[in-house]
């Protein structure tokens, strides 16, 4: 329920005044470089250690820089390296199709982001600018869906998967959030109901019907916050692990996030492979850092909150 | 809950002028759209029904059955019930989860609000509030196995500096009292940027005269933060703090990936119980049975703090 609203956030910097030193400044300055430090920190500590030979790792933890720079640990995740090879390196030597998981998770997270936004922002359109009768009431059942937590839906659903015979495929993971949450729909009807009413106007007058208007007024007009919305649900759907792992049973429909935890769970006898695990891992997290350094000024200025209470 | 902003104003506009639009049978669209409105809310009806109606219904209703998924449910009445409030793993499963929720949300909620004041009174800079969004992008998969390579007992830099100090190593995700606590400090590093931008943003909400003229009567930030901010963040605190406890209670990735539940059931949260009684002893209508006891015990949360807070409420007048 909450999330992104694109109300500016207030004008910086109207306290220029004199910067002289103040005690409670520093404290307060140095509170933040600590704050900073724990965030970014584990992200040195995953490159140091997938840099680091697994040898190297027992032999010098403390070490701040890689301990023997390797690349191995990159390989094992991404499969370039034969079976006998990884087990020498500390590996579990069993296979890793990591391509596979990437491409399924790519799969996965597009689907639902794609369909969700899109229909989502369909239906945000009958209920914010159609009129038809019992609106009101459809949107108060779908409101009412906000209230049940997902977690509860999860087991159902997945007897239902099965019942659909869907399990183990991709669309599987995806079916049940591909339609609509009831977030995103409260969400985008919020947006919509804020575009001035005159713009729609004009465009009626021009001759353009209701479809139209859709896709040529109300969605270039709500870009900002759906690509907010659309980065935010890629997130969430590229990280869910729950139901994957219920719904995905083989490598055939298996996500990143399932493989990581096979992959943790492979220990080798000699002790967990970990320049393997933070090489996998840094892998599987670095698509999302990427999307959210292209979209990072938006998303950050826009997290905020719609109106419900 | 209610919507904040109604729906649009019947001005109805230029109904008068609709004629003007020659085509597409205007007599018919004069009243309203239902046609088309039943169009574009198709799909995510659809979802809505399959998805999210009926599994409620449905897993209310599994509850009351034996289901194993290959056999058809069987009615079994309330057995699943009194089976559950006789489960002695089930009430330490609660108990368990109720440590991690306080733990949580006690400290997530501290300081996310700490950084969120730092941020608003200090700068206003998008690069920090960008870095400290960065830990919620990765998976809960992600942020767990990397904490539990950190916490490593042997190997592990966090013990290596705690040695270094002169403490004695601690078996952080492999002891019974210690595991709780990592977990959720854990997840408190994943989510309190996220939780601190939402702060954020209700920070942004309160007027900078109002600092301004404290500032002039002499007041210090410490003072400034009791008198003017909390009371008047008080609405969006509580929204976010409804928000993230229901969240928190759903906590399974982390202890899938760290602890499996172990030590000897210390992390035996509830949500990896009903997983471990669904897909690992197929009781699939005992866990639908605790599932509802989440389900019961949420709502309850959520309309205790929603009028322990006056949530509905804003001072910001």
Request: aromatic share 12%; with cysteine; proline share 5%.
């Amino acid at each position: 329920m909450a999330a992104v609203t694109t109300t500016t956030t207030g004008a910086p910097g109207i306290r220029p005044k004199r910067r002289r030193f103040s005690f409670g400044r520093a404290a307060a300055w140095t509170g933040m470089g600590l704050i900073v430090l724990i965030t970014l920190l584990p992200f040195y500590w995953i490159l140091r250690t997938a840099l680091s030979t697994n040898a190297g790792l027992g032999a010098d933890p403390t070490n701040p820089l890689p301990a023997d720079l390797t690349t191995s640990g990159f390989e094992r995740a991404l499969g370039l390296q034969s079976a006998e090879e990884a087990v020498a390196q500390g590996g579990a030597g069993g296979g890793l199709d990591f391509w596979r998981y990437l491409l399924n998770s790519v799969l996965v997270s597009t689907l639902i982001t794609g369909c969700q936004i899109f229909f989502s922002a369909m239906a945000a359109y009958a209920f914010a600018r159609l009129r038809w009768r019992g609106r009101d009431k459809v949107f108060g059942l779908f409101l009412a869906g906000l209230m049940v937590p997902t977690i509860f839906t999860l087991l159902p659903n997945f007897v239902l998967i099965k019942q659909l015979q869907l399990v183990d495929t991709l669309l599987g993971i995806a079916l049940p959030t591909m339609f609509m949450t009831p977030f995103a729909v409260f969400f985008l009807r919020q947006f919509f109901m804020n575009i001035p009413r005159e713009v729609e106007e004009a465009a009626l007058l021009d001759g353009a019907g209701k479809i139209k208007i859709f896709f040529r007024v109300i969605l270039p007009m709500a870009s900002t916050p759906i690509i907010t919305l659309s980065v935010l649900t890629y997130i969430t759907s590229w990280n869910d692990y729950f139901w994957p792992l219920m719904v995905s049973y083989s490598d055939s429909s298996r996500v990143l996030t399932v493989a990581l935890a096979v992959f943790r769970a492979q220990t080798p006898a000699t002790g967990v492979d970990w320049s393997g695990l933070m090489a996998a891992t840094l892998i599987a997290a670095l698509p999302m850092l990427g999307l959210f350094a292209c979209f990072a000024r938006r998303i950050v200025s826009s997290i905020g909150f719609t109106g419900i209470k | 809950m209610t919507v904040a902003s109604s729906s649009p104003p019947s001005r109805l506009p230029l109904t008068g002028a609709e004629p003007l639009v020659p085509t597409k049978g205007a007599k018919a669209r004069a009243r309203g759209d239902g046609a088309l409105a039943a169009v574009f809310i198709a799909p995510a009806m659809l979802g809505f029904l399959v998805f999210l109606c009926w599994p409620t219904i449905r897993g209310i209703w599994l509850s009351f059955t034996r289901f194993n998924l290959l056999t058809p449910a069987e009615w079994v009445g309330l057995d699943n019930y009194i089976r559950m409030v006789n489960d002695p793993i089930f009430w330490s499963s609660l108990g368990v989860t109720v440590e991690y929720v306080v733990i949580n949300i006690g400290v997530q909620t501290v300081s996310a609000l700490a950084i969120a004041v730092l941020l608003q009174r200090l700068t206003q800079s998008s690069l920090l509030r960008g870095i400290v969004l960065t830990p919620y992008l990765m998976s809960n998969v992600v942020a767990g196995l990397v904490w539990l390579w950190i916490l490593d007992t042997q190997l592990g830099i966090g013990n290596e500096i705690i040695t270094a100090i002169g403490f004695d190593r601690i078996p952080f995700l492999a002891d019974e009292t210690w595991a709780i606590p990592t977990i959720a400090l854990i997840n408190v590093w994943r989510h309190v940027g996220y939780t601190a931008l939402l702060l954020f943003a209700g920070l942004q909400a309160i007027p900078n005269d109002m600092y301004e003229a404290a500032k002039v009567d002499g007041a210090s930030e410490w003072r400034m933060f009791w008198r003017i901010t909390m009371p008047l963040l008080r609405p969006v605190l509580a929204v976010v703090l409804i928000m993230t406890v229901i969240g928190s209670f759903q906590v399974f990735d982390t202890v899938a990936v760290t602890t499996a539940g172990g030590p000897a059931n210390a992390t035996n949260v509830l949500q990896y119980y009903i997983y471990g009684s669904a897909f690992g002893r197929f009781q699939f209508g005992y866990a639908s049975a605790m599932s509802v006891a989440l389900l019961v015990v949420l709502s309850a949360i959520t309309v205790l703090q929603y009028r322990l807070t006056r949530a509905g409420q804003s001072d910001l007048g």
